[in-house]
Nanobody, 124 residues
Framework: QVQLVESGGGLVQAGGSLRLSCAASGRTFSNYGMGWFRQAPGKERGFVAAISRYDGSTYYADSVKGRFTISRNNAKNTVYLQMNSLKPEDTAVYYC?????????????????WGQGTQVTVSS
């Protein structure tokens, strides 16, 4: 089992920045690829970003490319999502998740472990 706890969400104005953190415990963190997903009211949970467990390769949804950055610190068992130039359409609950897939895990079904989520609200 892997336990994941997100933090760092909040209310921010459009154009602002937030950094989300996801602390992992329970298993060897470096053995897992990590991802961020988000779910807005009335919408399905969608892929935001992922980082490989092997070489740190990163993957992004087109809607966040150039604005969001995913990173990980294996010594701290933590994955981050730096979000810049935030837009009202980025408003959602953000979830981190862990996968044993090697690279490019874009689908929620690729991930076995999930956090509880953190709310991000971007005001216009």
């Amino acid at each position: 089992q892997v336990q994941l706890v997100e933090s760092g969400g909040g209310l921010v104005q459009a154009g602002g920045s937030l950094r989300l953190s996801c602390a992992a415990s329970g298993r060897t963190f470096s053995n897992y690829g990590m991802g961020w997903f988000r779910q807005a009211p009335g919408k399905e949970r969608g892929f935001v970003a992922a980082i490989s467990r092997y070489d740190g390769s990163t993957y992004y949804a087109d809607s966040v490319k150039g604005r969001f950055t995913i990173s990980r610190n294996n010594a701290k068992n933590t994955v981050y999502l730096q979000m810049n130039s935030l837009k009202p359409e980025d408003t959602a609950v953000y979830y981190c998740a862990a996968t044993t897939a090697g690279w490019g895990a874009y689908y929620a079904s690729d991930y076995a472990y999930w956090g509880q989520g953190t709310q991000v609200t971007v005001s216009s």
